[in-house]
């Protein structure tokens, strides 16, 4: 795990000793730098494996290729041997070394032979061609920016900014899709003149052009899947061959618990693959609210596979956190699960510099309720007109809303709404912060005008590509094309990095996604049971309370604590004169959603916490540089 950075074309000769500095949080135990009058690549440095010979930029045997690279190739022992009988000889132990000699061999297909979580850039000093390369789920970040007089890139924004010629100005399109879906999309950042190499794709810089080439994409269904025994041993050994992939490491490794069935099946794949020591890592929210707490779940698990569990109790002071996560994502960014990531991140780095993850599981194996909508809807579609609309009545009539940042009665109230329009719209209308139709009501005719890209564009394309005839299978797509890699990876990325622990996700192998998208929807998920087929590869060693209890993902209390702990911060972000003075939004809309969320008459959680965000963000990143204007 690094932080990568480095230029083309003229710079100043502090440039990149400057953008390191700022990536240093990614890589402190070291960094390395080439440098030619007309091109300069570096990195700073986590050493995970071949801690005291895998120094970077690596250069080949001629001289003409220098690589940095961030990530890791976990496949890398097994494309070494394949890489030497081929007539390769190796000088270090490193796995950015085969990704090097892989490029050697194989060009720019080098990264169809890797499996892992990486970004790269390889200097070809001969050519004069710079290589990028972002792996196949977009594990690790890789931005760039365009200047009058070259090419910048880099692990994270910030150390773009280090260049005179790169602007902050506002992408409005990324600010539209932030709004309606809480992240920027995949291509584009919040700043107008920095992109983001997309996952699973290549770039190429030569003669001043870019050429872009995407090289895996998510696999159509295949027509035929293994009997229900077979595919229940089939997902056990390839969630068990990713976990052992992922324990490649030449310093301790750990595992975040949550108390959730995909932590669990990680650490009980762990303890299959492994006889040394488990170190687990768990947050809980003690009596803040304990109807959020998983820890004794996760107590079960450690105990049941003989770990060395640690936990972290998160007290609702996060306002003090908040300007560190900020900072982080560099970009504006709403998921409230970022906070306990962060903490969890921090406590787990004082013990390991590597924890596995269940990221993924729930896109894999059908693990949302909104799944379980997708079904419903087809059926309440059905339903006579009349029947829906008294179903409507009674959603508006419903019971005030829970206390957690999905409550019922908005689920069930964008449930009826959107029955009548054609799925995936109506799938993406369930997963939006702000709907269209409230977006229209929030922003200001000044903020509207700027709004013109289709910022469903991308989820739509996914879901054309569904398979086994079933719907379920396009809100699968949706979610693994854009919310896993967009939302919940760069969130482990940017927290993780934020305190120098690498963190890996065995459920985002690309390799187990293709086998999970081979099966049905009704096998993953039969009867209206979610992750029923997860839960039964696993049910002989995991025990039965965390079979049984119903899922609570990793959610904080955010609607109670912006009623209480996080009220001066709500007041202070969302005052009636700031709202106004910055010109984005109608200061009657956000003051209804206040007034409405502080009452309890509705719960607005999230979408005052993406408001919160975005004022934050445009202190830290724009009014304290003096860039801000709304034109």
């Not at 390191?20 to 080439?34: I, N, S, T, W």
């Not at 081929?86 to 892989?102: I, K, N, Q, W």
């Not at 959730?260 to 492994?274: H, L």
């Not at 709403?334 to 991140?345: G, N, Q």
Request: charged share 25%.
């Amino acid at each position: 795990m690094c932080g990568i950075a480095g230029w083309v074309g003229h710079a100043p000769a502090e440039l990149l000793p400057a953008m390191l500095r700022l990536l240093k949080h990614r890589g402190p135990d070291g960094d390395g730098a080439y440098a030619e009058p007309d091109a300069a690549i570096g990195m700073t440095r986590l050493a995970i494996i071949d801690v005291a010979g895998g120094q970077q930029p690596m250069a080949s045997d001629d001289g003409a290729l220098r690589l940095v690279g961030n990530g890791e190739i976990y496949n890398y022992r097994a494309l070494r041997e394949s890489l030497a009988a081929r007539g390769h000889r190796f000088h270090t132990r490193s796995d950015m070394e085969v990704a090097l000699r892989a490029f050697e061999d194989y060009g720019e297909a080098c990264v169809e032979h890797l499996r892992g979580m990486f970004a790269l850039a390889i200097w070809d000093r001969a050519r004069r061609r710079l290589f990028l390369a972002r792996d196949r789920l977009g594990k690790k970040p890789l931005y760039y920016a365009r200047t009058a007089d070259g090419f910048v890139f880099a692990s994270e924004p910030k150390a773009l900014f280090c260049h005179p010629g790169v602007a902050r100005d506002v992408d409005w399109d990324a600010l539209h899709h932030y709004l309606a879906f809480g992240y920027t999309p995949a291509a584009r950042s919040i700043f107008a003149g920095i992109g983001k190499i997309p996952p699973a794709h290549t770039a190429v810089l030569e003669n001043g052009e870019l050429r872009l080439r995407q090289y895996w994409t998510l696999p159509r269904a295949t027509p035929a899947a293994p009997a229900r025994a077979d595919l229940e041993t089939l997902v056990r050994q390839q969630l068990g061959e990713a976990v052992r992939l992922r324990l490649e490491s030449d310093v301790p490794v750990g595992v975040f618990l949550s108390g959730g069935i995909d932590s669990s099946a990680v650490v009980a794949s762990m303890r299959e693959v492994t006889g040394g020591p488990i170190r687990t890592f768990s947050i809980g929210f003690g009596a803040s609210a304990p109807s959020y707490d998983e820890l004794r779940y996760a107590r079960a698990v450690a105990e049941r596979f003989g770990t060395e569990h640690h936990e972290e109790i998160l007290e609702p002071r996060v306002s003090d956190l908040l300007p560190a996560i900020v900072h982080h994502f560099d970009e504006p960014f709403a998921d409230s699960s970022a906070i306990p990531t962060f903490v969890v991140a921090q406590a787990t780095a004082r013990h390991v510099k590597v924890a596995l993850s269940g990221i993924g599981g729930d896109e894999t194996f059908a693990g949302y309720p909104r799944y379980l909508g997708v079904r419903l809807s087809q059926l309440y579609g059905a339903l006579p007109r009349p029947l829906r609309a008294a179903t409507g009545a009674l959603a508006r009539a419903a019971a005030r809303d829970r206390e957690d940042s999905r409550p019922f009665r908005d689920r069930l109230r964008r449930f009826v709404q959107g029955a009548d329009q054609p799925l995936p719209d109506r799938y993406l209308g369930w997963t939006r912060i702000f709907g269209r139709e409230g977006l229209v009501g929030l922003a200001t005719p000044a903020l509207r005008a700027h709004f013109g890209a289709d910022v469903e564009r991308a989820a739509r394309a996914a879901f054309a590509g569904a398979g086994h005839g079933d719907a379920v299978d396009g809100a699968f797509r949706i979610d693994l094309d854009t919310y896993l890699p967009d939302d919940l990876l760069t969130m482990a990325d940017r927290m993780g990095m934020a305190h120098g622990l690498e963190v890996r996700a065995p459920f985002c192998d690309h390799r187990l996604i293709e086998t999970s998208l081979a099966i049905p929807p009704d096998r993953k998920m039969p009867g209206f049971r979610l992750k029923a087929l997860l839960k039964r590869a696993f049910a002989d060693v995991l025990p039965r309370e965390v079979l049984e209890h119903p899922k609570q993902g990793f959610m904080i209390p955010l609607g109670q604590w912006l009623r209480a702990d996080l009220r001066p911060n709500l007041d202070d972000l969302l005052a009636p004169e700031r709202v106004a003075a910055r010109g984005l939004f109608v200061p009657a809309e956000v003051a209804r959603l206040k007034r409405e969320h502080l009452s309890g008459a509705r719960s607005h959680a999230d979408r005052l916490w993406s408001l919160m965000i975005l004022e934050l963000w445009i202190r830290q990143h724009l009014d304290a540089r003096g860039s801000w204007a709304l034109a």
